[in-house]
């Protein structure tokens, strides 16, 4: 793909997924994104990483999802520049980094505004192919890093959004923290009563390629070891243990990446080794919620993240072409309206309809009603809340593709989790519900920037695969 057409062929490839993935206008506002399941979002990017270390599926999973990609789109010139991309050299090492919280809209204004120069040369470079995906829904952290974990769509491996019903211990949980939702304790759940090695129902990629005699790594900052959100996605797995390297700063996790990679590569040329690496950075996202997406200290981790690519990275290892980079996000992110936030809190009539406090984001509130009160709560939101929120009921939820490919329903667990109803903002208003007694103070929330939903700021990531 020459340098020239890197431009048109990423703008072609917007435009193109964009129609794809529009949900229907006489359900939601104009510019929402439906996630693909079906090879063009962040739950396909695991399987084609997999194909191109020659590890084809899931052995014990018939609902696995197939590998990105971008013919899909049908055009002839995006189809043209992939497969001229794919047949530069053959592939051994691959690396996953995922940014939270760096959407593709946000990407593209930070290289246009000069806040990343790095970013801006490789995505236009030969070495490159650039385009936009979808997150996957909920489009928030554990959701998405469950599917980029596993190739499965949330409705088959479960992690339905921050905080989801989980009916085997019959409370809410935060599945971030691995606590309870509803208890006057943040002690997490012993192993006997909630294992996370054992929750997701679905195989990992670690494990999948472990078995399969490849070398797996993940580089992860160093608080996230043994976290919750690790040993759920990496259950069984030798990565999310010995094959762990935990890193102080972003700068540090690429120094780590960048000598795993080139001890692998000199170990390649006697035996051929592949490997996989997987490497998150959290910053841009914590920098986007408290100061805002675009704001100018995430503009600032973004010139900071920009640096050390550059200088860790692209640099010492260009030329190895057989090492791959797979930049994704795990979502985006957009600006939260003071004067457009709702508390369900102020709508007691319905609440009175629910049997436990809403779950899920605040931009994709599920809602659990108490048995015969669907209609009224129904009525209640469409006829005081109809310019604010769309409500749409589980099963059609489903039926649209919005936790996965719709002719795979999720299991009766897992259907729980989403609740009964699914409260979607309109018009860039916000959901949140605060649960006890409540004072004027607890309705108030100090957040800048949002996901969650399907907004394109919110559902559009980056697929950049860039070879070194």
């Not at 995006?78 to 809209?105: C, K, M, P, R, S």
């Not at 593209?108 to 490789?122: E, K, N, R, S, Y």
């Not at 890193?247 to 120094?255: H, K, P, Q």
Request: aromatic share 8%; hydrophobic share 40%.
């Amino acid at each position: 793909m020459a340098n020239s057409s890197f431009p048109n062929v990423t703008a072609l490839a917007e435009a193109a997924l964009l129609e794809r993935q529009s949900l229907p206008p006489e359900l939601l506002e104009a510019e929402t994104v439906r996630p693909s399941y079906d090879g063009l979002g962040l739950a396909n990017v695991p399987a084609l990483a997999m194909h191109w270390l020659g590890v084809d599926m899931m052995p014990t999973s018939i609902t696995a999802l197939p590998p990105f990609n971008p013919l899909l789109l049908e055009n002839p010139a995006v189809t043209e520049a992939w497969e001229a991309w794919q047949q530069q050299d053959e592939i051994n090492h691959v690396v996953l980094l995922i940014v939270d919280a760096f959407g593709y809209d946000q990407l593209q204004t930070v290289m246009a505004d000069g806040d990343a120069p790095g970013l801006a040369i490789a995505c236009g470079s030969p070495q490159a192919f650039f385009m936009p995906a979808t997150s996957v829904f909920p489009s928030t952290t554990a959701t998405a890093l469950t599917s980029a974990a596993t190739a499965h769509a949330p409705a088959q491996h479960g992690i339905m959004g921050t905080r989801a019903y989980v009916r085997e211990v019959g409370n809410i949980v935060n599945f971030l923290r691995w606590t309870p939702g509803l208890s006057p304790t943040s002690t997490p759940y012993p192993d006997s009563q909630l294992n996370p090695d054992t929750f997701v129902p679905v195989p990992n990629l670690y494990l999948t390629l472990e078995d399969a005699g490849v070398d797996v790594g993940i580089v992860n900052w160093r608080n996230f070891r043994g976290s919750s959100v690790s040993r759920f996605t990496t259950g069984g797995a030798q990565a999310g243990k010995q094959g762990y390297v935990d890193y102080l700063t972003a700068s540090d996790g690429f120094v780590q990446l960048r000598d795993r990679l080139l001890s692998l590569q000199e170990k390649s040329l006697q035996e051929k080794t592949k490997s996989f690496t997987h490497l998150y950075i959290p910053n841009l996202d914590s920098a986007a919620h408290r100061y805002g997406p675009l704001s100018p200290c995430y503009r600032a981790e973004v010139a900071t993240l920009d640096f050390a690519l550059k200088r860790e990275l692209f640099e010492p290892l260009r030329g190895r072409s057989d090492i791959v980079l797979l930049l994704v996000a795990d979502h985006g992110q957009r600006t939260i309206a003071p004067d457009k936030v709702l508390w369900l809190n102020h709508h007691p009539e319905l609440t009175k309809c629910l049997c436990a406090p809403a779950t899920g984001e605040s931009q994709a509130r599920f809602l659990h009603v108490r048995s015969g009160q669907e209609a009224s709560a129904i009525a209640y939101i469409q006829t005081h809340l109809r310019d604010q929120f769309l409500v749409i009921p589980k099963d059609k939820a489903i039926h649209l593709g919005l936790f996965g490919l719709p002719e795979q329903p999720p299991t009766e667990e897992i259907g729980d989790r989403m609740g009964d109803l699914i409260l979607i903002p309109q018009n860039g208003w916000s959901c949140f519900q605060h649960v006890g007694e409540t004072k004027p103070e607890d309705c108030q929330t100090t957040l800048l920037g949002i996901h969650g939903g399907v907004t394109r700021a919110e559902m559009l990531i980056p697929f950049l695969a860039y070879r070194f």
